[in-house]
């Protein structure tokens, strides 16, 4: 949606780097997520925020971490510890209304390739 | 935890046919369920979505139909056209939960 915006677009890194991506959105959203995407395969959850200042782990959270200062940004940091951190990320945001989470809209994503 | 399977993993069907994408969920507190469409390289989109309290839901070609006894749900497009190819996943999301659920996806290609 393009009320959510990734950068950079394409990143290269080399081993043992730690590198930051980014996710800003602008659509009051609550709740923000990151998810992994290998070639073919389907997403896998990194990591999630429901509100500021909190975040919990997904099914893949090793090597990775995530910082949630303000609502409309949630970057993600891929570690060196993180050992095959080659994949397309993607970030997305989801709205509460009435104590209920509507539909996740999603980033352009980031193509991360390490060398 | 809740767990989602999808089938088939890929799918080809004529142009002008119609394609079926199913999906089993294991949470009976499930009560939201997306499908979102993702073409080669760019993001996933939200194609349409249903809650418990419908059976059924359509929009133009696309509808798509929950059976909560059975825990299953469908993808149904009708004339489908080449544009259609993309591959597809289905998803569910608790009561109260902000996480969802996705399927394994579904490759569906359109022969012209």
């Known amino acids: 949606d393009g009320g959510i915006t990734q950068s950079p677009k394409y990143l290269f890194r080399k081993e043992g780097q730690n590198v930051t991506l980014s996710c800003e959105q602008n659509l009051n959203h609550d709740a923000m997520y990151w998810y992994r995407q290998d070639p073919g395969q389907g997403l896998r959850l990194i990591y999630y925020s429901q509100i500021v200042n909190d975040f919990q782990k997904g099914d893949i959270a090793e090597g990775y971490s995530v910082s949630r200062e303000k609502k409309e940004s949630f970057p993600l940091t891929v570690t060196s510890a993180q050992k095959n951190p080659t994949a397309f990320y993607l970030c997305?945001?989801?709205?509460?209304?009435?104590?209920?989470?509507?539909?996740?809209?999603f980033g352009p994503g980031t193509r991360l390739t390490v060398l | 935890g809740e767990n989602v399977e999808q089938h088939p993993s890929t799918l080809s069907v004529q142009e002008g046919d119609s394609a079926v994408i199913k999906c089993t969920y294991s949470d009976s507190a499930s009560n939201y369920f997306p499908w979102y469409k993702q073409e080669l390289g760019k993001r996933p989109q939200l194609i349409i979505d249903i809650r418990s309290n419908v059976g059924e839901k359509k929009d133009q070609r696309i509808a798509v139909t929950l059976n909560k006894t059975a825990k299953h749900f469908s993808l149904h497009i009708t004339e489908t056209q080449p544009e259609d190819s993309a591959v597809y996943f289905c998803?569910?999301?608790?009561?109260?939960?902000?996480?969802?659920?996705f399927g394994s996806g579904t490759r569906l290609s359109i022969r012209p």
């Open positions: 997305a945001s989801s709205p509460l209304s009435g104590g209920v989470y509507n539909e996740q809209f």
């Open positions: 998803a569910a999301r608790g009561e109260g939960a902000s996480k969802i659920i």
